[in-house]
């Protein structure tokens, strides 16, 4: 049996705050207590949570590719992410993969399922965060389902969400950032040839509505199999969010419009929202705040998307504008996400529940992970602390050394 000792924390339980120590032994925490024990690591007053949980994020791609097709090896950029990931306190990274061939962004269905199958192959220790993978569905390539299910048998409730990025709606319901978005992959060099591009999108999605009711019969049946969890995507409207409701979608990833969330909340959805459009004080497309939708009680879980440091710099700044208080901003990023993807075990501080946290340094001028505790292990330390013994007695110490 292996056993870690916290001592000298400020512990954020279901109740609040416990100051004192946190006991693991082997994977689990069996004790919290009110006072400092003397052995242990002394954290120093450092505020320990759960790991945070992002239930999204497309990072990976910008790993392999810094550049767009520079394609550094997919081993090396799973690592990186890693560690990039836990630096922010994330524990359970899951990797947004799109099952269907986007030229722009070298997506491929081939290039889907390898990255699928190197996620799954990672040995429990191989990496610091756990990883998984949600299941991106385009729906106007229902081709690429069958490779998407079969992948996603290999995992435990797998999330699967329904994308369609045609411009007019949805997140480019405004074509003027559409426009702005997609010159950023494709060489168009003029505005005829941008308008005839534009055109070519909306023909396509309106001469082949049988391809979306593919894509839209075989995901409803497995969500109402259970097979899956299913999720909508970027619902510009109540009457859309109320469709990928009827299909079983029980989570409304980045509804952009107050309607279209609204109805989520009204239909009993989980609703997820971004933290970079907390971090930079609004939506790169336009749409709506994220601020808005957590002071309105609009938002259940906040996700990375694609800057994984922006989850707990989101966290914080709900804490310091008191728009959220420290427990309900944290549940954002910690229980609600463990609920959605039925992991009981994670998400919480309490006796019985698995030893997986984040060491928090909540410094004024900016949060910073200081260590990532994983399964009863410290797996590891970042911002350069370390655990040094202490003048007054023989217990390590946790210093942190400013970068």
């Known amino acids: 049996m292996t056993e870690l000792t916290l001592t000298n924390a400020r512990i954020l339980v279901s109740g609040g705050i416990v100051e004192g120590s946190l006991v693991a032994e082997d994977d689990r925490i069996v004790a919290i207590d009110s006072f400092d024990r003397p052995s242990g690591l002394d954290l120093d007053g450092a505020l320990v949570v759960p790991g945070l949980i992002d239930l999204h994020n497309d990072g990976l791609e910008g790993e392999i590719n810094p550049r767009p097709g520079i394609g550094l090896p997919l081993d090396f950029a799973i690592s990186n992410f890693d560690r990039r990931a836990a630096a922010s306190g994330i524990t359970l990274a899951m990797h947004a993969i799109t099952f269907a061939g986007m030229e722009k962004k070298g997506r491929t269905l081939d290039v889907a399922n390898e990255r699928a199958l190197a996620i799954r192959a990672l040995a429990p220790g191989e990496t610091v965060a756990e990883h998984g993978v949600l299941f991106r569905a385009d729906v106007w390539q229902p081709e690429g389902l069958t490779a998407l299910f079969d992948r996603a048998a290999q995992w435990h409730q797998p999330i699967v969400t329904l994308n369609d990025h045609t411009p007019g709606q949805g997140q480019y319901r405004d074509l003027t950032i559409y426009r702005g978005a997609i010159t950023k992959w494709a060489s168009l060099e003029s505005e005829a040839e941008m308008d005839a591009h534009i055109d070519a999108k909306v023909r396509f999605a309106t001469e082949n509505p049988g391809l979306a009711q593919e894509t839209f019969r075989r995901c409803s049946e497995q969500a109402k199999a259970g097979s899956v969890i299913l999720g909508s995507h970027d619902d510009d409207s109540a009457e859309r969010t109320e469709f990928m409701r009827g299909l079983g979608a029980t989570i409304a990833e980045f509804p952009v419009t107050i309607d279209a969330a609204l109805k ?114 410290v797996r590891a330390t970042f911002n350069r602390p370390r655990f040094a013994p202490d003048a007054q007695s023989t217990s390590p110490r946790l210093a942190v050394v400013s970068n």
């Not at 992991?343 to 990532?372: M, S, Y």
């Open 264 to 377: 989520a909340r009204e239909l009993g959805m989980t609703i997820v929202a971004g933290a970079p459009n907390i971090v930079r004080g609004g939506s790169h497309s336009g749409n709506v705040s994220a601020v808005e939708l957590v002071a309105l009680g609009l938002c259940d879980i906040l996700v990375a998307d694609y800057h994984a440091p922006s989850l707990l710099l989101a966290v914080q700044r709900l804490v310091d504008s008191r728009t959220l208080d420290l427990a309900q901003a944290m549940k954002l990023v910690t229980s609600n996400p463990a609920e959605a993807m039925n992991r009981p075990e994670l998400g919480e501080i309490a006796v019985g529940r698995e030893a997986t946290l984040a060491i928090i340094d909540p410094r004024p001028q900016g949060w910073r992970t200081v260590a990532i505790v994983r399964r009863g292990e």
